[in-house]
């Protein structure tokens, strides 16, 4: 292991602990502000969906871009969990019958098999507007409109034009409300998945107060980020080890989904892997050494095995 290498797993490993540890704070029944009503059943499918052991991914690149410019640790760790309450939503909302219908999640029941499919809904729903609570808080940044700026961000990465948007695109590519509608899969999956990972790159640029320039880095940077991911997912799909996944590989084969590999194979899926490899370290030449660590995610993502 490189000495980058090492380093980029410390830090990884760090930060998913550290946002195990303020999720589960966020989520305890004694440290929610007053206001906020406690329903036990609620708050534990929460937490049981959420303090799960994920990779973190999404927080991760909060924190690294915001460390770039000197963001305090804390900002960006609230932010991150933030972040990590919209995507344990998506997943436990992905799950259901209605959807995926998947009985296994980060290998365990998914929340409606442990539970109930209202119960379920509910938690995904209580998650995603807790992460509206927690990016407005006052302790992310003293300045307003930075935090306007970083909720309508995330509204927007979440929403009609990002993952929600994304989502429902794939399902009538499946065919779920009539005839396959056709499937433009770059712009359905920068949307479905390359929106939320995009939003944790441009989030140290908002709460750093970046320049435009910089702020434009990021966003390429997180589009290559976003889009080497999902072809790393569709990759797995066809290669990878079905128990890493905690899901049945050649699923999405199995469907008949257009994904990247159905339309570029899978030479051409792996080549696309590299050029966007090569456009990241690009958007980020201009943060110098300060950009190493975001480099080794970028490869990190491309290169998973689950
Ligand atoms: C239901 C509104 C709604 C949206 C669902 C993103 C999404 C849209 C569904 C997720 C389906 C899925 C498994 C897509 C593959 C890519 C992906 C998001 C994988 C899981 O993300 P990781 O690998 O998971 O970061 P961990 O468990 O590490 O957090």
Redesign the pocket.
Known sequence: MTTATADFAKRLDQTAEDTEALLAKLLSDTLLPDEIARPKRLMEAMRYSSL???????PFLVVESSAVFGVPREAALLVGAAL?CI????????D?PA??N?DL??GRPTLHKKTDDATAILA?DGLLTLAFDIVTRDEIHKDANVRLLLTRALARA?GIGG??G??IL?LAGEGRFGDREPVDVARLQQM??GA?LRYGCIAGAILGQSTPKEYRALDDYGRALGEA??IA?DLLDVEGDAAAL??QTGQDAALGKTTFVTQLGIEGAKQRVRDLLARADSALSIFGPKGDVLRAAARFVAE?R?
Do not use: A, P, W
């Open positions: 799960n052991g994920g990779k973190r991914l999404r990590e995507h344990c939503y998506s997943l436990i909302h992905d259901l959807m995926d998947s999640r980060r995904g979440s993952m929600v994304g989502q794939d479905k998945t939320l991911f999902q997912d905690g899901k998973r689950n």
